[in-house]
């Protein structure tokens, strides 16, 4: 069930197939801002919740999406206002400036967003979204491995894989997120069980 490092995003695809039915491979660091195509930046994600993302959000990496979630949250669904901008994409790049202020200069209707925002989260309770964005950081974390829960409980495997795996900025801010600092495999497991419990 490991992947090589160097696996293409379709055997990724194919991989995650079977049990991630009807979806794309999400970039949790968009490839336009210099995420890599690799298993540590790639979310399997259905196709609707992956479309409703970007139209929330654009280009925003995880970390933007993550540092921003409340006041987004509290905009789209307890704003006083019909309509509305999406100011928080004042932090995405395009290669056209011009292309990013039409995008943020767009008013919508605030039951739009709450739409959308309900198609990629599985509904309306910010908890749950943010448990969604941690399933996210999880992929960021053991890449294909998520694939294999059998491997992921066992302690000799992590202790194994994170030798194997050292971590980049990313990942280490994903694990702290997730974990916290210095966490063991048991509190690991815990809290992967925890995400994976309370996920939409």
Request: proline share 2%; with cysteine.
């Amino acid at each position: 069930m490991v992947l090589p490092r160097g696996r293409s995003k379709a055997g990724l695809q194919k991989l995650y197939g079977n049990q991630f039915r009807n979806c794309n491979l999400h970039h949790l660091v968009p490839s336009s801002r210099g995420g890599e195509t690799n298993e540590f930046n790639l979310f399997p994600w259905k196709k609707r919740c992956h479309n409703a993302w970007h139209h929330l959000f654009l280009n925003m990496t995880i970390w933007e999406v993550y540092e921003t979630f409340d006041g987004i949250y509290e905009e789209i669904f307890f704003s006083d206002k019909e309509r509305i901008y999406r100011h928080w994409l004042g932090t995405c790049q395009l290669k056209k400036e011009r292309e990013l202020e039409a995008q943020i200069e767009r008013i919508y209707g605030v039951e739009y967003l709450q739409e959308k925002w309900i198609a990629a989260f599985g509904g309306n309770d910010l908890k749950q979204a943010e448990q969604l964005l941690k399933f996210m950081m999880l992929f960021m974390i053991f890449g294909s491995h998520m694939a294999d829960a059998d491997y992921l409980f066992d302690n000799g495997n992590l202790t194994e894989f994170f030798e194997e795996y050292q971590a980049n900025e990313d990942r280490l801010r994903a694990f702290n997120i997730c974990f916290g600092e210095s966490a063991g495999p048991q509190k690991i497991k815990a809290k992967i069980s925890k995400i994976l419990r309370q996920l939409p």
